[in-house]
């Protein structure tokens, strides 16, 4: 998919902010940062549906920013995102990436979820597979924006096609 289309749902997204909102859609910007070699995954999703979709997996209710917040909120939230969301270098590991949680923010209807993960030096690419919220929308989209070094790419994400893979060079 064209970076610019990527761009284009991204601004529809943001404007589309109801608590029934119609289009079921995540963004996930992965950047490389060379310094020490590790990524930084933000993840920006409604926060009605990382709500709903916790709720129904693990019977808590997460009260994003609310007095009455889960202190378990940073487990619960990474719990759910190492169900959804994994990364595997060259395609050639069983095992994906540990992604660290390291914060969140709420703005208007979103979350933001940042993590961060390291980059093995002899990785010639990356896979990400992102299936945020299939289980709660058949129609999910789900965004990703890549950027290593020079490099800026995109790809758009649903239920039939949860994968994509990125070249380094």
Known sequence: MHINLIYILMFKALFTLNASHPLHLSVLNVEYNSEPASFTAALKVFTS?????VLKLRNVRLNSGMPDESSEY????????????????????????????????????????????????SAKSITLTNSVFSELFP????????????????A??????????????
């Open 156 to 169: 758009e994400l649903n239920n039939n096609k949860t994968s994509v893979t990125f070249d380094f060079e």
């Open 139 to 154: 129609d999910q989209i789900n965004l990703v924006i890549f950027k290593y070094n020079e490099k800026n790419d995109g």
């Open 49 to 53: 549906d990382l709500e709903n979709a």
């Open 74 to 121: 940073g487990a619960l939230v990474s719990w759910y995102i190492s169900q959804k969301l994994t990364i595997k270098f060259d395609q050639t590991t069983d095992k994906p990436v540990t992604l660290r949680y390291l914060e969140k923010k709420l703005t208007d209807d979103f979350t933001w979820l940042y993590f961060t993960f390291e980059k093995p030096d």
